[in-house]
């Protein structure tokens, strides 16, 4: 399973900004999707979690500012990001989890989109 984000870019503190993502391939199902960051020189963060039944979670600092959401028949998630802090500035990555059935049987994955950066000018 493949994941591409796109939207990342330069914002002015107290701007926004949607960052989205498309899962490929064969043969899958995704359970839950999330977007994670990571500032430099910090490890990467859990930013906001939905399961495949709506189930939502933030992390505290973006709460109220960050809406997750999902098109689950276009395979997509959806970072809407409002009142921007610098602090915000990272990588961002999306994230999958399910199940792909190959000829092989069905197994568990956890794809990782390659990143798409958001820089917060203060």
């Known amino acids: 399973v493949q994941l591409q984000a796109s939207g990342g870019g330069l914002v002015q503190a107290g701007g926004s900004r949607r960052l989205s993502c498309v899962a490929s391939?064969?043969?899958?199902?995704?359970?839950?999707m999330a977007w994670y960051r990571q500032a430099p020189g910090q490890q990467r963060d859990l930013v906001a979690v939905?399961?495949?039944?709506?189930?939502?979670n933030y992390a505290d600092s973006v709460k109220g500012r960050f809406t997750i959401s999902r098109d689950y028949a276009k395979k997509m998630v959806y970072l809407q990001m409002n009142s921007l802090k610098p602090e915000d500035t990272a990588v961002y990555y999306c994230?999958?989890?399910?199940?792909?059935?190959?000829?092989?049987?069905?197994?568990?994955?956890?794809?990782w989109g390659q990143g798409t950066l958001v820089t917060v000018s203060s």
């Open positions: 939905m399961s495949s039944v709506g189930r939502i």
């Open positions: 391939g064969r043969g899958f199902s995704i359970n839950a």
């Open positions: 994230n999958a989890q399910g199940v792909v059935v190959t000829t092989r049987g069905q197994s568990e994955y956890n794809s």
